[in-house]
C-alpha cells in the first residue's frame, strides 16, 4: 500500500526481456535505501513492484506480463525516469490517498497549459474508468497522487503547483504522453460489493428499500 507521496525520481538503468515477462534494474536516485528488504514493494511510476535484488544504489524487480498489459513499462526504455514510493509503514503520514500500486488503465494527456504559477492538464480515460473519477476525486497519475478538480466524460482536469512539478517526472508529459492510471480503490470495491453473483442473484445492489431498513433513511 502507498499514498502518493512521491519520495524520489529514478532511472530505468536496465531491461532485460526474459519470455512474456521484464526484469527492470533501478537506480534509486536520493530514494532511502536503508530499511529495504528483499520482498519488500516499491511504487515505480505507480507499479507496485517487489524488490528481489537490493543495490548499493538501487534495486531490481521481475515486470510480469500481466503488467506489461496494463502499465507503460511495454514502452519505456532505459533511461526513463520513474516517481519512486516505498510502501507504507504503520506510522506513515497519509498525506495523499490509498494507492495500490495496481494500475488500472493507461491513460492520455490531451493538454498542457500554464495558469499562474501552477500546470493544467486535461487527461482522458481510457473506457470504463471514466465513472471512477469525480470531480475532486482522487487519482494516481504514474504513481502521483492528484485531485481531479474538473471532470467531463471521460475527461479530467489536473491542476499541479510547482512544488509537485519539480519533484516529480509529470513536468515531462505532453500532449500524447500516456500515464499509468489507478482509480480510487474504494470506488472500484463499492461497485463489486454492489453487484449481485450468478448463484446469488438478490445479493448486492443498492435499492431504497436497504437504505430504508438500514437507517440511512427515514
Not at 125 to 153: C, F, M, Q, W
Request: charged share 25%.
Amino acid at each position: 500500500m502507498f499514498t502518493g507521496i512521491i519520495e524520489a525520481v529514478g532511472t530505468l538503468r536496465q531491461l532485460e526481456r526474459r519470455g512474456d515477462d521484464l526484469k527492470v534494474t533501478v537506480a534509486s536516485g536520493k530514494l532511502p535505501l536503508a530499511d529495504v528488504q528483499l520482498g519488500d514493494s516499491i511504487a515505480t511510476n505507480g507499479v507496485c513492484l517487489t524488490v528481489v535484488e537490493k543495490l548499493a544504489d538501487g534495486y531490481v524487480a521481475d515486470v510480469s506480463g500481466e503488467t506489461l498489459a496494463r502499465t507503460n513499462f511495454a514502452h519505456y526504455q532505459v533511461g526513463q525516469r520513474v516517481n519512486l514510493e516505498r510502501a507504507v509503514t504503520p506510522d506513515t503520514r497519509l498525506g495523499g490517498h490509498l494507492v495500490s500500486g495496481h494500475v488500472d488503465g493507461l491513460a492520455t494527456v490531451e493538454s498542457v497549459s500554464p495558469r499562474g504559477r501552477a500546470i493544467e492538464y486535461w487527461l482522458r480515460a481510457p473506457s470504463g474508468l471514466g465513472r471512477y473519477i469525480p470531480e475532486k476525486g482522487s487519482v494516481t497519475i504514474d504513481g502521483i497522487s492528484l485531485t481531479a478538480n474538473e471532470v467531463d466524460g471521460h475527461r479530467f482536469r489536473l491542476t499541479l503547483v510547482p512544488h509537485t512539478v519539480q519533484e516529480t517526472t509529470i513536468g515531462e508529459l505532453k500532449p500524447g504522453s500516456t500515464v499509468n492510471l489507478e482509480v480510487d480503490l474504494i470506488a472500484r470495491y463499492l461497485e463489486r460489493l454492489m453487484q449481485p453473483l450468478d448463484d446469488q442473484p438478490d445479493a448486492g445492489g443498492i435499492t431504497l428499500e436497504m437504505l430504508a431498513k438500514t437507517g440511512f433513511l427515514k
